[in-house]
């Protein structure tokens, strides 16, 4: 969605295999590797990124991944997919952005149940609220 927006997108996968979901037009940079791994990530653009976005299955990895962004890299706008609503809350308050997927759907479905306006997604990402 954002490379047809007209920015420039690098994806970074492992397996070279799960590139073939992309498709044949998404217009993104692919770069096969570890996003762990320093040389991956510089081979991939890190060092003049404007914006990371981790989101493999395993939150361990998406958040040492986020970290090394931040850290590292200096990169400014780093988000994360956390599973775990409790992490994830615990890494919001070391300025890690988390997006928590099933707090964000029961958050959504509450408002299309309730007619309640679709806020912020902060609004539906905050753990007090489950």
């Not at 970074?12 to 320093?38: F, I, K, M």
Request: charged share 25%; glycine share 8%.
């Amino acid at each position: 969605m954002m490379a047809r927006r007209g920015h420039d997108v690098t994806v970074l996968e492992r397996d070279p295999q799960n590139l073939a979901r992309l498709g044949d037009d998404h217009g993104c940079t692919t770069v096969v590797g570890d996003g762990l791994d320093d040389e991956v990530l510089r081979d991939a653009g890190i060092e003049n990124c404007d914006a990371f976005v981790t989101c493999t299955r395993g939150d361990n990895t998406n958040l040492m991944a986020a970290q090394i962004a931040q850290k590292r890299y200096s990169v400014q706008m780093v988000c994360a997919k956390v599973n775990d609503p409790q992490r994830a809350h615990e890494y919001n308050k070391i300025g890690v952005f988390c997006i928590v997927p099933n707090l964000l759907t029961a958050g959504m479905m509450r408002c299309w149940l309730t007619g309640e306006e679709y806020g912020p997604i902060e609004s539906f990402n905050r753990l007090e609220d489950a």
